[in-house]
């Protein structure tokens, strides 16, 4: 009889313990997949780094002038590029690179007053690169969001929640874009 | 100019690029009624989320009444040819677990074969070539776009040159996913339209659907091989086991009974491994529209994308057949295209066009 109640026990205690390894490594999966997400952030950003000189120079040669526009571009650029060297959090890093947005949509803006420059086969081929790095840029802040949801999801709900105090699972910060309320399904009715 | 009597006009009216939504709601064909009925038959809370889990759960249920089938096939017909061979029903228990473990076997080979040559003989098949990022930057881009949102590798992309609208994807994983697509669709489609389409390409690798596909129609193959192969036999040898277990010591009715149900099974089974693999199918293409949307978060343009494809008429007629059609994303078959996808069968391998539409646009209210 004792037997018995002793093996339930152990049976009992096995069971517990692979679930909350399971848990454990839902966990872990979840954060390396941040981790990931938000690395990939950083890839297109890199790109947009790169391609923003080029774009400027092949602006230069048609519209020189239009150097406060320019300016505000290289400007918004570096200072992103240093507040991602520095390693900032989530927010400043969004609020910088919504700065490089704004400068460049207002390049690309003023560049419809330049009909040569945009028959410019050099600048028509950035204008693709950048409006994609651009789509890129969101698909990856969409996709890390996505990742940080899951897991503050597990990190927050219960059972998974105890074995993320136990082991002091940090915290992932969104990567919100203030400004836009882009991405968002249009409201449509159907009344009829 | 309206003192002339004339009615003022906009000088020049965008050009009437009519959503799926706007044609569902004057519901002036029957596919857009079907649409307007569809909606309303979904909750008004439901999301894409609820899609996906709904049809995880559809999906994993069917793949065990397959394995389940596969099983039953592979049990009777061993049976069956034990019967033959003795005449009477001693060593039948054996039989039947030696039966289903060579249909075990046997799976297991189909697998293996599959898993490393199917995406190849499918790429093959359908005489899609490879494109890389200079021969085509905006589809490449696309497709990077909607890799990098899915959080996978990026596929392979490839371009079937045909004039009609459709696409697939294959791979055994993500790491060696491929996404191909008609050169007609990347010609007709605008950009957001293509995005669409290209989602939903992405999703089926993400879901691992491609996988899935893949190991389904093996299965299937080999099931209705199995029971073919079985009949041809049974047929042959019918009236030599008859005369033995006649002339021996007599089989009775048991063993009869035994026959009929054997031979009954292998006429059926190979029907109802189609029907679970194209009910399968049909669960993967609302997945895979779910899916599209999670990416794009732009249900509209994925509903309009469909209407498009639903609308060409032009069938993949060289490069597509029976046993590739439920990779496609929507029908590439004749038969199926002239009934403006509105049919659906135990046999069809899409999910009527209104159907997957009216989920989408379920999810804009």
């Known amino acids: 009889m004792g037997w018995i109640v002793l093996l339930a026990a ?24 941040c981790d990931n997400g938000w690395s990939q952030i950083d890839v ?53 690179e919504n700065t490089i947005t704004q400068a460049l949509g207002r390049l690309f803006a003023l560049s419809e007053a330049y ?71 249009p409201k449509v009715s159907f009344s009829n | 100019m309206s003192e002339t009597g004339q009615t003022p006009r906009s000088p020049t009216p965008p050009p009437a690029r009519r959503s799926a939504l706007d044609r569902a709601a004057a519901g002036a064909t029957a596919t857009d009624r079907a649409v307007r009925e569809g909606i309303k038959a979904y909750p008004g809370t439901i999301t894409y989320i609820d899609l996906i889990r709904k049809n995880k759960r559809d999906s994993a249920m069917l793949i065990l009444l397959m394995l389940l089938l596969g099983a039953a096939v592979g049990a009777a017909i061993a049976a069956a040819l034990a019967l033959y061979a003795t005449g009477d029903g001693a060593s039948l228990l054996p039989s039947i677990a030696v039966g289903a473990a060579a249909a075990l076997i046997f799976g297991a080979f189909g697998v293996l074969w599959s898993w490393f040559g199917g995406a190849n003989a499918i790429l093959r098949m359908s005489g899609a070539i490879p494109v890389g990022p200079q021969d085509d930057p905006e589809l490449y881009n696309v497709v ?57 390409e992405i999703a089926h690798i993400r879901h691992l659907d491609i996988r899935f596909a893949m190991l389904m129609a093996t299965m299937v193959g080999l099931i209705v091989f199995a029971c073919d192969a079985f009949l041809r036999v049974a047929f042959r040898g019918g009236t030599h086991g008859a005369r033995r277990s006649s002339g021996g010591k007599g089989g009775g009715a048991g063993v009869l009974v035994l026959l009929v149900i054997a031979l009954v099974l ?83 391998s899409h999910p009527a066009i209104s159907k997957r539409i009216a989920r989408l646009l379920a999810l804009l209210r």
Not at chain 2, 168 to 174: I, K, M, Q, Y
Not at chain 2, 188 to 195: F, M, W
Not at chain 2, 268 to 291: C, H, K, N, T
């Open chain 1, 44 to 96: 297109q950003l890199k790109r947009r780094y790169d391609l923003i000189p080029n774009l400027v120079e092949t602006v230069k040669g048609y519209a020189a002038h239009e150097k406060g526009t320019l300016e505000a571009v290289i400007q918004a650029r570096q200072q992103a590029v240093s507040i991602a060297s520095d390693g900032a959090h989530a927010a400043e890093k969004a609020l910088a």
């Open chain 2, 144 to 200: 990077d776009e909607m890799r990098i949102a899915a959080g996978i590798p990026m596929p392979k992309v490839y371009i079937i040159n045909d004039s009609a609208l459709n696409a697939f994807a294959t791979g055994r994983d993500p790491e060696h996913g491929v996404v191909a697509i008609t050169r007609g669709l990347r010609e007709k489609l605008p950009r957001d339209e293509l995005q669409a389409v290209i989602a939903h």
């Open chain 2, 266 to 348: 292998a006429v059926v089974a190979p029907l109802f491994a189609r029907i679970i693999q194209m009910a399968y199918s049909r669960q993967r293409e609302y997945l895979a529209d779910a899916g599209a949307v999670e990416l794009t978060r732009n249900p509209e343009a994925m509903a309009n994308a469909l209407r498009r494809l639903g609308d060409d008429e032009e069938p993949l007629v060289d490069t597509a057949n029976r046993g590739t059609a439920h990779m496609y994303i929507v029908n590439p078959l004749r038969k199926v295209r002239k009934a403006h996808g509105e049919v659906e069968t135990l046999f069809c």
């Open chain 1, 10 to 33: 152990a049976g009992l205690f096995v069971i517990v313990l692979l679930w909350f390894v399971a848990m454990y490594n839902t966990l872990v999966r979840q954060r390396v997949d």
């Open chain 1, 115 to 185: 009909p040569q420059l945009k028959a410019d086969a050099n600048f028509r081929q950035l204008q693709e690169e950048l409006a994609s790095t651009e789509n890129k840029v969101g698909f990856a802040r969409q996709h890390y969001n996505d990742c940080v949801g899951r897991y503050e999801t597990s990190r927050q709900t219960f059972p998974t929640n105890i074995v993320a105090g136990a082991f002091s699972f940090q915290q992932r910060e969104y990567f919100r874009v203030e400004a836009s309320a882009e991405r968002e399904a």
